[in-house]
């Protein structure tokens, strides 16, 4: 699995797939309903993310994210 994938937001997967040969994404669900999306570009370290807001669908996309940068977003993200 992803090396994302962070002791605090085990509990609030619910998918992992590969994407290709050389990617993988992750789907959180948190209790606020908001949902994350992670991809993986492995090789480079590097990820992205797509937010999505429970009460409009919305996505928002950040990408070219690091470890960091992931685990900070999705506390962000939980804690809305």
Not at 15 to 26: H, K, N, P, Q, R
Request: aromatic share 14%; charged share 30%.
């Amino acid at each position: 699995m992803m090396k994302t994938v962070i002791k605090e937001f085990t509990n609030y997967i619910t998918e992992s797939t590969y994407v290709g040969c050389d990617c993988e994404l992750i789907a959180y669900t948190f209790e606020n309903k908001f949902k994350a999306r992670v991809i993986e570009m492995m090789y480079t370290n590097l990820f992205a993310l797509v937010e999505i807001d429970p009460r409009d669908e919305k996505r928002h996309y950040f990408s070219d994210l690091t470890r960091d940068e992931v685990f900070t977003m999705l506390q962000n993200i939980k804690n809305k």
